[in-house]
């Protein structure tokens, strides 16, 4: 038997109480099920946000966790853009056709353009900061009649997302189909929820911040290493221009001396040339008026003759002018040789003078001539070039190393093409081959100073180099294009005309 008291006093528990009494237990046992629930959901939905780096995500999965989360039927994400609302992202449980029909509404209303009105609920809780109720939407005079029928919504609610710095936006939970209504409890959770949202969005930006930060260094570390890289590679160039020039100053001494010590018996050679034949044409002369003579004893015809054969004198008259020929053609290949190593060291020309370019490349083919001999055409295609303003010595050396290199890379027969024009105030020399390439992966190295795809024993790596640091020196360019297996060119782009004050500023 179940007693209540009443006034101080006991009595019996009519049946009816009792089952009020249950239904109410019920009820409140329900309730609190569900709460456990939602709350439950909200961890979730915590633990859930916080793998989320992405603002755009965020902002565009939230309905859809608000609705799956705290039971509501629609949700809306608003956010504010320069003092305007703008709807960023809407879910509705199973009304896809009727999101289809509020979105061509809100088109006929300009809502996307112009953002959601002043004066309406998601507006007036953006500027009050704080979150609104509504339980009969149907006395909202701000939204239109039409929006109202497709909507059909039975209470809504509107509170704002809040960040450290800013209110950014709205969250709006609907309700439609539910029995239920919209409580203090589902009040509190949707706030909780929207600040979620609001400490998401700054953890977010403080990552973003973070990697911005990142980023920056990276790209300050990225830069600061290539100039160290740049550097150290101009610091290379210089050691190994520095130790060119000298070995160039000592060779070209050399070589001058050569030169020089050469062309005085050549000379010699060369000049006495003439005079021998015309003493070889005497003897010649006399050597016919004898054996001529009539006066001349039998005896000494046959003695004569006997000379004549053991000496093989007619042999000899027809021999002798093959090898003045040939002494002469020896001595004038070795007079060029001298010229074109004279013409190649150009000491005499250790200052910024006006040189004739197809000059040094001509001097230079010659001194390679005995490498060009192997079956290698050399095709010429001179264009009409002003003089140039270079130093001679420095130039023929990236001749050498061009015309070098193209020889090298042919492997039997094959072709060398020179081609030279006037580019404006620059001209420009091509240097091309069809022999074995340059791997793609190589071009951007082949400059860089001890680099080389040679053999070990076959190259220093340091021609091309050099090379560009001569061109460098000139304030020209120097460009390289290559396919493997069918050959490479070498364009180099040099100013007729500079000052010898801004060279010096490079040396």
């Not at 809306?76 to 509020?102: A, C, H, N, P, V």
């Not at 046959?302 to 001595?331: M, R």
């Not at 003078?353 to 001194?367: C, D, M, P, Q």
Request: charged share 30%; proline share 3%.
């Amino acid at each position: 038997m179940t007693y209540i008291k009443n006034m101080g006093r006991r009595r019996k528990v009519t049946a009816i109480e009792k089952i009020e009494l249950y239904n109410e237990m019920l009820a409140a046992q329900k309730k609190l099920l569900y709460a456990n629930r939602q709350l439950a959901a909200l961890n979730r939905v915590s633990n859930f946000f916080r793998k989320i780096f992405d603002e755009e995500k965020l902002f565009r999965i939230v309905p859809r966790v608000l609705c799956t989360a705290l039971d509501f039927d629609r949700a809306s994400l608003l956010i504010e853009k320069e003092g305007i609302l703008f709807r960023k992202s809407i879910y509705w449980r199973k009304e896809r056709d009727k999101l289809k029909q509020l979105e061509t509404l809100l088109k006929k209303f300009n809502v996307q353009e112009t953002g959601i009105p002043k004066g309406s609920v998601p507006y007036r809780c953006l500027e009050e900061g704080k979150t609104l109720f509504v339980k009969d939407p149907d006395s909202v005079i701000e939204i239109p009649q039409e929006m109202k029928d497709i909507l059909q919504t039975k209470a809504f609610v509107c509170t704002p997302i809040k960040t450290k710095n800013k209110t950014i936006g709205v969250l709006t939970g609907n309700l439609q189909y539910h029995e239920r209504e919209i409580d203090q409890q589902d009040i509190e959770r949707l706030e909780a929820f929207a600040n979620m949202v609001g400490l998401t969005v700054d953890n977010i930006r403080f990552y973003q911040t973070l990697e911005d930060q990142v980023e920056e260094r990276t790209r300050e570390l990225e830069s600061a290493n290539q100039e160290l890289t740049i550097a150290l590679q101009k610091l290379q160039r210089t050691q190994v221009q520095l130790v060119h020039s000298e070995k160039m100053a000592s060779l070209g001494q050399l070589v001058a001396g050569v030169a020089h010590e050469l062309n005085n018996p050549i000379n010699f050679i060369y000049s006495n040339m003439e005079p021998l034949r015309d003493y070889i044409k005497g003897l010649k002369s006399v050597l016919s008026a004898y054996s001529q003579l009539q006066s001349l004893s039998p005896e000494d015809v046959k003695t004569i003759n006997q000379i004549k054969q053991e000496v093989e004198l007619d042999y000899i008259l027809q021999d002798i002018e093959v090898l003045l020929n040939d002494f002469n053609e020896g001595a004038e290949r070795t007079k060029r040789i001298v010229q074109d190593l004279r013409s190649f060291s150009r000491l005499d020309e250790a200052e910024l003078k006006e040189v004739n370019i197809h000059e040094g490349i001509e001097s230079t083919l010659n001194l390679l001539r005995h490498r060009y001999k192997k079956g290698i055409r050399v095709h010429k295609s001179y264009g009409k070039l002003p003089l140039v303003e270079c130093y001679a010595s420095q130039l023929n050396q990236v001749f050498m190393n061009l015309l070098a290199n193209a020889e090298q890379a042919i492997e039997g027969e094959g072709d060398v093409w020179i081609q030279t024009r006037r580019a404006g105030n620059s001209v420009r020399i091509s240097i091309r081959d069809n022999g074995k390439g340059i791997p793609k992966e190589h071009l951007d190295r082949i400059f860089d100073p001890f680099f080389t795809t040679k053999s070990i024993g076959e190259g220093t790596g340091l021609g091309l180099s050099i090379t560009y640091g001569i061109i460098q020196k000139h304030r020209g360019t120097i460009s390289v294009e290559s396919e493997v297996g069918r050959g490479t060119t070498f364009v180099v782009k040099l100013p007729i005309k500079h000052s010898s004050k801004s060279i010096g500023r490079r040396q």
